[in-house]
């Protein structure tokens, strides 16, 4: 079961790439460098996230984006909701139709449990988690 899909681990990437020095400006080929990702997919995602907010842009030369707020006030649950629904279906290993909660399988419960805290997880963990972390995934 995973948490949240490719773009929004992508999303992740470009984020705590500018959380991990706030005050730092860097352009989408920084960031796609930085992250292993194609300068266009960093580009479409850094657009998305100015739209939703998140980051600010600033045109030419010196420009580039930076977080819009402090990294202990972003969730990874605020980036992750922009590419995926809040509260993603985990379906029965039985079928689509067979466990319900009148009825649960033998594994409801433990589903349940997972789902929980894959959602506590992304509600709890900020930013700041990536202050000054400096790794660099390299280019693709």
Known sequence: ??????????????????????????GAEAVAKARGLSRPLAAKLLTRLATAGLVTGQPGPGGGYTLARPPEEVRLSDIAGLFEPRDPTVFCPFGFTCCEQEQPCALHDQIAALRQAGRKFL??????????????????
């Open 123 to 140: 509600e709890e963990t900020r930013l700041s988690a990536f202050a000054g972390q400096t790794l660099e995934c390299g280019a693709k």
């Open 1 to 26: 079961m995973q948490l949240y899909g490719k773009t929004s681990a992508h999303a992740i990437a470009v984020m705590s790439y500018l959380a991990a020095d706030p005050d730092r400006r860097a």
